[in-house]
Structure formats: C-alpha cells, structure tokens
C-alpha cells in the first residue's frame, strides 16, 4: 500500500493560480500512474488529470485542459497540479490517487486504489 499525502490548497481569487503536491511513501510511488480527482460538496468525485509512471502519457478533463498541467517528478515520488486561470467551479477538495500499473488504468476513480486524505480548493469570484 502507498501512503499519499497533498498539499498546496488554499482560497484564491477567481483568475489565479495554485499548484498542488502529493507526495507518495510506503509502496514505491514512483512505479505507478497517479491521478488527480476533485469532489465538489454535494457532488460525485471526478477526474481531473492523470499522468504515467514515465510522464509520457497524459491525461485531462475537458474542463481543465489548457488551464491545468500534471506533472511529476519520480526522484521525490511527487506529482503536481499546476492550477492557472482557477475559475469558482474548480471549488474542491482535491484528492491524488495511486494506480497499481505504470499506464492510466481509466480516468475513473475505480482505476486508482490508494488516496491521499485531500487539500481543499476554494476559488472566489
């Protein structure tokens, strides 16, 4: 089991930018894809962004293409989001995710079996 921890979150303006982390030990992160999902109150998770073990392969939501870039960096076993022209419906908790394979299993939430606790998100208008 991989143990993921994110950090980064925080209340910007709409327009801004923030860039998230989610560091991985336990299971050797590096070896896995990752993922990015995001849940909205009231809402059911979603995906957001997905990144192979080797960075080649990448992955977004519609919503957020152009706007959101993953990346990763294997020597730290971290994955960022980077966050630009934040708009308020990008409102979340922000939740990483731990494949078991080197390649994105699926952009659903069933895809990805390990989950770190979540960084809140707030986008204002």
């Known amino acids: 089991q991989v143990q993921l921890v994110e950090s980064g979150g925080g209340s910007v303006q709409a327009g801004g930018s923030l860039r998230l982390s989610c560091t991985a030990s336990g299971r050797t992160g590096s070896s896995y894809a990752m993922g990015w999902f995001r849940q909205a109150p009231g809402k059911e998770r979603e995906f957001v962004a997905a990144?192979?073990?080797?960075?080649?392969?990448?992955y977004y939501t519609d919503s957020v293409k152009g706007r959101f870039t993953i990346s990763r960096d294997n020597a730290k076993n971290t994955v960022y989001l980077q966050m630009n022209s934040l708009k308020p419906e990008d409102t979340a908790v922000y939740y990483c995710g731990a494949a078991s394979t080197p390649y994105i299993p699926s952009m659903s939430s069933n895809g990805f079996g390990s989950w770190g606790q979540g960084t809140q998100v707030t986008v204002s208008s």
């Open positions: 990144i192979s073990k080797s960075g080649i392969t990448r």
